[in-house]
């Protein structure tokens, strides 16, 4: 299948800038949210730059760029960023610097949305999983250590305001809940010392007063957001709290997914229907050695990492990319793994990225494009 490449102009709006289209995104998909070895948000650009038309693609090369030249696009959104490793000089030797330097002398600015996309629940994955017709999905290796919880002292009359500054910044969220919170009501004593500024009482003087214990968890890339927002709502001049991270793990945020078929299938059935719902020509497998799959794995891209998860989690067959030859051997009869292609796997991200572009950008128009970036082509 020829990569789709999507074209959203910006005729009816006014002065939609760069960074709109990239905020958005990254409130789709956090950058905390990638991978440390990623490199991802706004590559090349200038985000107060106002958009002509946005280009995305599964790649970006410069057949990509060309295209949104002729298109008048002046920023690529792709899911695998241009630049990856570290840049020493932009002299043209490869196509990495080629690519980055038709964009800057045509001022693109070129957007990357990686393994963040990756790990979120509503991601790669997921629409992986809705496509070969998984249901009850989750993440199959939850992370850990992406939760904090920060605990405040505030008089029982402020409880509801500040508390509601900080539910707005993002806090008590978790999955499908919001505005999840601790309370509990207790005795606070303080004595203003010359020189302050108290919200209550007098200087010199033992204060009493009632006052609530407030706990609540967020994502960790919030921190600074949620002390912010603690700060400015909260009426005492010195505002007690801590923050601590958490060993949660969070159910939402991880690497792969796993669902289940609803009916138990013949395998060969199964990978017949992935090789057609996926536009797949080859399917490197393991051996068959259950006639019958219930449980699913997939992972998008390079999925060898999560093998032994998907063993673990009991799945039937692993769809994903990148099997080296030695590395079929671990699945020891137990678990098959169907290694589909690394651009196969994730060709119809870009579908999900036009969708969440234009659930917010509802004039944007879209374009289909001849550019084929699946650098693995098949006799």
Request: glycine share 6%; net charge negative; charged share 25%.
């Amino acid at each position: 299948m020829p990569s789709i490449t999507l074209i959203f102009t910006t005729k009816e709006l006014q002065m939609i800038r760069i960074k709109d289209i990239t905020d958005h995104l990254d409130n789709l998909a956090p950058v905390a949210y990638a991978e440390s070895y990623d490199n991802v948000g706004l590559l090349v650009g200038e985000k107060e730059n106002e958009v002509t038309s946005v280009l995305v693609s599964l790649d970006c090369t410069e057949e990509v760029v060309k295209e949104a030249i002729k298109l008048g696009a002046n920023l690529i959104v792709s899911h695998h960023p241009i630049i990856f490793k570290g840049l020493k000089s932009l002299t043209g030797k490869n196509y990495v610097e080629r690519t980055v330097m038709l964009a800057i002398r045509n001022d693109i600015a070129l957007y990357a949305i990686h393994t963040n996309l990756d790990n979120i629940s509503h991601g790669v994955n997921k629409r992986i999983s809705d496509i070969i017709g998984l249901k009850e999905t989750t993440i199959l290796q939850p992370k850990t250590g992406a939760l904090q919880k920060i605990t405040f002292f505030v008089p029982v009359v402020q409880v509801h305001a500040v508390t509601e500054a900080l539910f707005a910044a993002g806090g008590g969220s978790q999955g499908l809940y919001s505005e999840c919170s601790f309370r509990l009501n207790g005795k606070g004593t303080f004595k203003p010392l010359e020189g302050s500024d108290p919200f209550l009482g007098e200087i010199g003087n033992r204060e009493e007063v009632d006052e609530t214990r407030v706990e609540l968890m967020y994502p960790t890339y919030l921190n600074s957001r949620i002390r912010k927002a603690l700060k400015a709502a909260h009426p005492y001049e010195e505002v007690a709290f801590y923050q601590e991270d958490l060993a949660n793990e969070n159910q939402y945020l991880g690497s792969g997914m796993i669902g289940e078929l609803p009916e138990p299938t013949d395998v060969l059935d199964f990978l017949t229907k992935v090789k057609s719902k996926m536009q797949v020509k080859v399917i490197r497998h393991t051996r068959i050695s259950n006639k019958l799959v219930k449980k699913v794995a997939v992972c998008g891209g390079s999925g060898s990492f999560l093998l032994g998860a998907a063993k673990r989690a009991g799945a039937d067959v692993f769809i994903t990319a990148d099997f080296k030859y030695h590395e079929f051997f671990d699945a020891e009869d137990s678990i098959v793994i169907a290694d589909i292609g690394h651009y196969e796997s994730e060709q119809f991200t870009i579908d999900l990225l036009a969708e969440a572009i234009r659930e917010k950008f509802r004039t944007f128009a879209t374009h289909l494009t001849t550019v084929h970036t699946n650098p693995i082509h098949y006799l």
